[in-house]
Every structure is written in C-alpha cells, then in structure tokens.
C-alpha cells in the first residue's frame, strides 16, 4: 500500500514537472520566430496616415493596427504603399490586412474580407469657399464640372457610375487637393473625416465643404478594415481585437487623439 | 386449499416489474425536469449572449450618441461665442461635419435634429466671420445694424435649438436606461422562471417519492408484515391467513406460510390426539393435566382427578369383533365429552383406560359426577343398537396439598379405580386418602355408590 502510494505521488510529481516543460517550446515560438504580419497602409493623408518628421507612420489608422497586433500578440510591420494597391496587395496575400477606411462595395467584398467597422463616415463635396451654400448634388451632375477622386476609392467608383461631371483620378487625396488650389479641378469629393481636419487649418480658408454630405449608401456608413482573403482566419482574430479595443475604451481614446468627436 | 388456488391463480407479475416502474418513473420524472430546467436556462445563456451581442452595443451606442451631442453643443457655443475666426470656422466645420455622423442614425428624431445644427452653425459661422473680419468696418450702417441683429437673432436660435439637443440628450439617455432595465427584466424574469420551475420540480419528486413510498409499502412492506403476523400466529398456534399479495415472491411467502400451518395443524394434531376416539392422548393429557395443577397449586383451587376403565372390555372385542370394539371406545368417548364441564379435560391413557381432569370440584361434586357418568354410560350403551351393553369403574382423587404431584394423584385414582374393579366393578370409589381427608372435613362418608 505504502509503495504504491509513493510510486504514485512520483509519477504525478514527474507529470506536473514535465507538463510545463511540454508547452514551453510552443510558448517561446509563437509571438518571436512567426513572420510578422504586414499591413498595408498608405501615408497621404493626415489624421488617418502619414509619416511624422522622423519618417515614423503616424495617424489613426496606424494607431489602430498597432493597437490591433497588440491585442493579437502579434509582430506587426508597415508596408506603405498608394492607396491603389492596397487591394491588389491584399488579394496576392503581399500583406495580411490594411486600415484603409474601406467602406463595403459588393466589388470589394469579392476581392477582400472586411473586418467589423473601426469608424463610421461620411462622404462630401469639398470646393472653393464661395461655393459653399451650392448643392452639391447638382454640382455633380454638371457636365462642365471637373470633380478629383483618389483613384478606385469608393467616391471615384460613384462619380463615374452617378455624376456627369468630368473625373479627375488622382493616386492620393493629397494629390487631389494640390489640384484643387491650383484650379486644375473644381471640386474635389472625398471622406468627410479627410476633409475635416484639412479644412480646419488656418492656410485653407479659401476652401470649404460643399453644402451637405453626399446622401448615397455606398458613400456613408461603416467604415472596415481590408483583410486578406489568403488568411480566412484572421478576420475573426481582428473583429475580436477591435471587439476588445472598443469594449475597453482604448478605441475612444485613439479617436479622441485624432478626432474632435467619437467617430465609432 | 391455499396450494390448489395459487395453482389456478394467474401468473403474478414479479417484484422486479414493481422496482422496474418505479425507477423508470423515477429516471423519466428527474429528466423530463433537468430538460425543463435546462432547455430554460439555455434560454437564458441566450438572453445574456444576446444583450452581450446586441443590447450592449445598442446602450454603447446611446451614450456615444449622448456625449457626442454634448460635444456639438460646445462647439456650437464656441461658434457663436468664439473670439477669432480661426477658432470659430475650426468648430463650425467639426460641427457639421458631426450634424451628419451616422451615428446618429439610429434614432430618426437624433438623425433629424442634429441635422439642423448644420444650416444653423452655416449660417452663425457666415455672419460671425463677416461681423469679426476687416469685411465689417467697410459695411454700411444700416448693412451693419441688420448684420448684428441677425447674430442676435441667430443666438436666439441657438438657445432654442440648445434646449432641444437638451431634450434629446435627455431623450437618449433614458432611451438607454430603459433597454438596459429591459434586458435586466427580461433576465430577471427568465431566472424566476426557471426558479419556479425548478420548485415545483422539486415538489413533484416529492410527490413522486410518496407515490414511490406507497408502492413499496403497499406491495412489499405490507405482505411481509402480514407474513410476519401469519408466522408469530403460527407459532402461538393461532389461526391467521395472510391476504394474498399482488407480486408473484410474496404471494409465494404467504402461501409457503399458509402451507405450513395446515401442516404444523396436522402435525400437532397427530402429536396430541387420540386417533381414535379424537380425545388428548396420554402424553399430551399428562402435559395439559401438568398445567391444570399448576394453575390450582398456584391460586389454590379445587381439583378432582377421575380414571375410568370400562368393564370387561376384552369381553367386547373378543364377542363383538375389534369394529364394535373401536365403536364402543369412541361412543363412550362422546357420552363423556357431553357431560364434562367446559374447562375439564378427557384423555385416553391406553387400551379402555381413560382419565379425567375436573377442576373447581371437590371429593362429593367429583363423587356425584363421575356417578352421573357411569350412570349415562350404562344407559346409553343398552339403549344402542350398535354397541352391547358396557359398564364402567371409576377412581376419583382430589388434590389434597400443594404438595400434591400429578403422577402421585393418578397413581392414588388408579389404585381407587383398582379398588372398584376387585370390588365388584360398575361403580364409584373415592380414594383413601380423599375419603380420610372428606371424613375430617364432614362427618358423612359415603364410600362407594351402586
């Protein structure tokens, strides 16, 4: 009886040493010796992405994909790249997923996965100040009207399948607006929240928003995170995270940092 | 008789189908309540996940909606109350810009009220812009005079407008409350829910255990009681059947103790009777004629021993044949019996022999008695067409002392009997010693009668 015991409590005991032991190759290789995900971002446009003085990759968008990979427990790194190839990027599985203020088209939702939304938005007309109280629904459908869109963004797929006027693509929305002070386009139409903070400053009072935002489904609303199809299980990954961030706060706080309200 | 019925009986079903039932109705009882119960809290598993899914992110979204309008406000204050240009377009664009943030577009009300804050601040940001530029100065008096009434007019508006964000703030918070209570309500409720359920679950295993209780009282405790009942009987030699039971083991305990005591009847029958003439047989006499003087010892009765012999018996067997002589026993038998007190005891001692025990008599009531009954025997037997004519002698003793043994009395009664036979036969003799101590107590002595 004695001997069975001790011969018992010796086996657990040699269980209970080597079970840790068992796990403990899994737990080192997991965040350290995987490749790090890559995410594709572009960098034109602040508050949502842009590189600060010391070349560093700042903005909402950035924040929240770290914020991600951290909630993942995951090494992350940034592929900056125009906002044209992102798409391409993800479908050739080049990167994992890209905060890209995607809105959801059914063009899209064959080529990506989208996350949950990590903000919601608007669409808008932004001009020259003097046209401010304009309509901007008949602004868009004058023919002599020269409108900029980032090219293959939600507003360029609008303007070429609902307005008359002539489409102006450009790769950025920096691009766009360079074209715009220089009079080589009327309007150009882009994200509210994009608008916003380029209005605000002091050097752009002579350009405003057009009237109201553009009342169009494909235009407002959620706005998501491009993932990779090439990866199907990272899209749950991601909703969970960005469930934790908002659920913590910690997504209001980003916002906050960026944003005069919660943009959620 | 038991054994023939329980042959044509049908087949009884066995215990086994009696525990059998009251385990399924056990077992389907305390499934049919866990399913209840946990199809119910499954429910309510349901219920939390989807206030975790929908309601949650529907109160979040109320309070966001509330904080944001705190924010147009604030920003529509700084509009209208802003001290430089800068500031106030910085807020008026944020402030459009939220006048159609979809997160309002969950109420139709919120949608439609922040919304008007987009003409308004439009409005207030082009007139202040003017009324605080150089733009101002080159006005004309009357153009500036209409310029400041309007921005007068204009904070009117905003103040009323300002009550109803009020209003609405207040609107969407108690919207939130409410879907808040509601989802606790509703959790609430499907916990009561589950706790009645679980209650009355609980009352009806009670119920079920009785029932069960019953059964087995009823089917198993019962029967082995009255078996139990029907073996004490037995053995106090008592008659006690036990009612037939409804499942084939006990039915067989009953029968088995009904079998045995027609047998134990019979046996003790054999063992203390006469086959004969039925009366006790000389063994069981002499136990019962034991217990007879212990009792009179005991609370000191009376007690008369009688030992009758019938005359020339051999005679009888010799002319008539053994039958007549088996009839003569036995009518002698019967004639006796008629006669005897209901508390004295007959028993055949051997061959012709018989002994009596009376009690309560003394020598003259035991003299006159056993007189009484050589009389009948005499009658009776030439009255008879099937036995010859018989006489009898009699010896009679009667407990003296409560030293007396009862082998020591009828030994006394034989020899009294003894005495009747050498002195002529057909008649009474009353021992010596019964007549020495009849002779002290009275002065009459009747020895013998004829």
Redesign the interface.
Same mark, same amino acid.
Do not use: C, M
């Given at each position: 009886m004695t001997f069975n015991f001790s011969a018992l409590s010796k086996m657990l005991l040699l269980t209970i040493m080597v079970i840790p032991a068992l796990f403990l190759p899994v737990i080192a290789a997991s965040p350290l010796e995987k490749a790090p995900i890559k995410i594709g971002i572009s960098t034109s446009f602040p508050p949502f992405n842009y590189k600060d003085a010391n070349g560093e990759i700042q903005g909402y968008n950035a924040d929240v994909a770290r914020a991600i990979c951290e909630k993942m427990q995951t090494l992350c790194e940034f592929s900056p790249m125009p906002f044209p190839e992102i798409i391409p990027a993800l479908e050739q599985g080049l990167v994992q997923f890209a905060p890209s203020n995607f809105l959801w088209t059914p063009e899209r939702a064959a080529r990506i996965n989208f996350s949950e939304k990590y903000y919601?938005?608007?669409t808008?007309l932004v001009g020259l100040s003097k046209d401010?109280?304009e309509d901007p629904m008949v602004l868009l459908q004058q023919n002599e009207a020269t409108i900029a869109a980032a090219h293959s963004s939600a507003q360029w797929r609008y303007l070429h399948q609902h307005s008359a006027a002539q489409v102006v693509s450009v790769d950025t929305i920096a691009k766009g607006m360079q074209a715009l002070e220089k009079g080589e386009v009327d309007y150009i139409l882009l994200p509210?929240?994009f608008a916003?903070n380029f209005?605000?400053r !002091?050097e752009n009072?002579h350009l405003?928003?057009i009237g109201?935002?553009i009342d169009a489904k494909s235009l407002?609303?959620?706005v998501h995170i491009g993932i990779s199809k090439t990866q199907p299980e990272l899209k749950d990954k991601i909703d969970k995270a960005i469930q934790s961030l908002?659920s913590s706060g910690e997504l209001r706080v980003l916002i906050l940092k960026y944003f !005069?309200?919660?943009?959620? | 008789m038991s054994i023939n019925m329980s042959h044509s009986d049908p087949v009884r079903p066995r215990i086994k189908k009696l525990l059998l039932r009251l385990t399924i109705l056990l077992v389907v009882f305390v499934i049919s309540t866990a399913a209840v119960v946990l199809t119910m809290h499954s429910a309510s598993l349901a219920l939390t996940e989807d206030s975790q899914e929908h309601l949650l992110p529907a109160i979040h979204e109320h309070q966001r909606a509330a904080i944001n309008l705190e924010r147009l406000e604030r920003m529509g204050d700084l509009v209208l109350y802003g001290g430089n240009v800068t500031l106030i377009r910085k807020n008026a664009l944020a402030a459009q810009v939220l006048a159609f943030q979809p997160s309002f577009h969950f109420s139709p009300v919120a949608k439609e009220t922040v919304r008007a804050a987009f003409e308004l601040l439009r409005e207030v940001r082009r007139t202040r812009q003017i009324l605080l530029s150089s733009q101002f100065e080159r006005l004309s008096d009357i153009e500036q005079r209409n310029l400041l009434l309007l921005d007068k007019s204009l904070q009117v508006r905003w103040s009323e407008y300002k009550q109803e964000l009020f209003e609405l703030q207040n609107k969407i918070i108690s919207d939130a409350t409410s879907l808040q209570e509601k989802n606790m309500q509703q959790i609430t409720a499907t916990n009561n829910m589950i706790l009645v359920v679980a209650g009355t679950g609980m009352s009806l295993l009670l119920v079920v255990i009785v029932i069960i209780g019953y059964s087995l009282y009823k089917h198993l405790i019962t029967p082995v009681t009255e078996a139990s009942k029907a073996l004490l009987a037995l053995e106090q030699g008592k008659a006690f059947s036990p009612a037939p039971a409804r499942y084939q083991e006990l039915n067989n305990i009953h029968q088995a103790v009904a079998n045995l005591s027609t047998t134990l009847n019979k046996l003790h029958t054999m063992a203390t009777r006469d086959s004969l003439t039925g009366c006790a047989n000389r063994g069981y006499f002499m136990e019962l004629a034991q217990k007879a003087l212990s009792k009179v010892h005991r609370q000191n009765l009376q007690m008369a021993i009688v030992m009758l012999d019938i005359d020339h018996f051999k005679k009888v067997n010799d002319q008539y044949g053994h039958a007549v002589g088996d009839d003569t026993l036995q009518l002698t038998t019967k004639w006796i019996q008629a006669s005897l007190p209901e508390n004295a005891i007959i028993g055949r001692l051997g061959g012709e022999e018989f002994a009596l025990i009376l009690p309560e008599m003394n020598a003259q009531q035991a003299v006159n008695f056993s007189e009484s009954i050589r009389k009948k025997i005499a009658e009776n037997s030439s009255d008879s067409s099937t036995v010859p004519a018989i006489t009898v002698s009699l010896g009679v003793q009667v407990v003296r002392e409560p030293t007396d043994e009862i082998d020591t009395l009828l030994s006394q009664a034989d020899k009294a009997l003894y005495e009747a036979k050498t002195g002529g036969r057909n008649r009474v003799i009353l021992s010596k010693e019964s007549n020495a101590k009849e002779s002290e107590e009275s002065p009459q002595n009747e020895k013998t009668t004829q």
């Open positions: 919601r938005s608007t808008s401010s109280f509210t929240l916003l209005l605000q !002091p009072t405003d928003f109201e935002p407002t609303g959620d908002v !005069p309200f919660n943009v959620y | -």
